[in-house]
């Protein structure tokens, strides 16, 4: 392992601004691996999937062996560089749009610096891939075994000073960088507050059943069938289970993903926008995930009866 050059990725990474980092070694998630957080993941994403608890997301099956193994996607990988950025602004839950989703999209502005990181590693005669969302790693996972945190009954990443409220992303490479120790704890602890919490039942410990997740049904769901849960006063995406959290008591409002004017419309407004007017709104915010018509006939119905804006931290 080569301690100099990790220690240039980190101050890298550290002058382009990301809030947390580490570094896990790139291996199989094979048994000959067993004692890592990452195979322990991955068996137990697996079991997810062979339980349909992903609903209608056939690509997440469909990616499952390539997950099993980051040399599939970089030939010669031999570490994850991970990275956390916060994007949390309050501890209320603000219906109709998830917080992730009031300023810029992530992706590009993360995509961005990683490829800053990509390109340096290049430049020292490395391959390096840079992601963010954008390939089949269980990203959470990885980011346990580089030492950020653990995965919470939510199922979120939890950091014990950024909280939940957070984008992952990450760079694969073929440098031999020196991995971090990985976090073991499980701070959850007792509590069950986000379970107890969650309106439509989908969260039971550490295992989300997308068939019953607001966010799933708002955001990943192409229409919503008459088998979704009800909705509440969400459009896209849900905070509630990251707004119960004890560990977000943390987290301080950052200054990079500031909401845009339209992430406190109310849902009353959003139900009178025109459709190009939302084509408008979904330019550069992680908005575009979801179709303008599907923002609009959600905007349109009436709000399912629970009162998911009412529960705070």
């Not at 994403?45 to 390539?66: F, V």
């Not at 073929?174 to 704890?185: E, G, K, S």
């Not at 379970?195 to 997308?210: F, G, Q, R, V, W």
Request: glycine content about 8%; charged content about 20%.
């Amino acid at each position: 392992m080569n301690l100099a050059l990790t220690q240039a990725v980190k101050a890298l990474v550290r002058g382009l601004g990301f809030d947390a980092w580490g570094i896990a070694a790139a291996h199989p998630l094979t048994e000959a691996y067993a004692h890592t957080p990452t195979y322990a993941a991955y068996q137990r994403y697996r079991a997810w999937i062979e339980g349909g608890h992903h609903a209608g997301m056939r690509y997440l099956a469909e990616t499952l062996a390539l997950r099993q193994d980051p040399t599939r996607l970089l030939e010669g990988a031999q570490a994850i560089l991970l990275v956390l950025q916060s994007y949390f602004q309050t501890r209320q839950a603000r219906p109709p749009l998830a917080q992730y989703a009031w300023g810029a999209d992530y992706h590009a502005r993360l995509r961005l610096r990683l490829q800053i990181v990509a390109d340096y590693l290049e430049r020292q005669g490395f391959a390096a891939r840079p992601f963010v969302d954008t390939a089949p790693l269980l990203e959470k996972a990885w980011a346990v075994e580089a030492g950020l945190g653990w995965i919470g009954k939510n199922t979120l990443l939890l950091h014990r000073r950024l909280g939940s409220y957070t984008f992952i992303g990450g760079v694969l490479t073929t440098a031999p960088l020196l991995p971090d120790p990985p976090f073991y704890q499980d701070l959850c602890g007792t509590c069950n507050r986000c379970i107890e919490a969650c309106p439509t039942k989908a969260l039971s410990p550490y295992s989300l059943d997308a068939r019953r997740c607001i966010a799933y049904w708002t955001i990943e769901a192409r229409e919503v069938q008459a088998e979704a849960p009800p909705l509440g006063e969400w459009l896209f995406g849900c905070d509630i289970c990251q707004v119960v959290c004890p560990w977000n008591r943390f987290a301080r409002p950052q200054g990079e993903f500031v909401p845009a004017a339209h992430a406190f419309w109310p849902r009353e407004k959003w139900a009178t926008a025109s459709r190009g007017e939302i084509k408008r709104l979904q330019r550069g915010s992680a908005l575009r995930r979801a179709r303008p018509e599907k923002l609009l006939a959600l905007a349109r119905q009436n709000p399912s009866p629970h009162r998911s804006g009412a529960i705070k931290g």
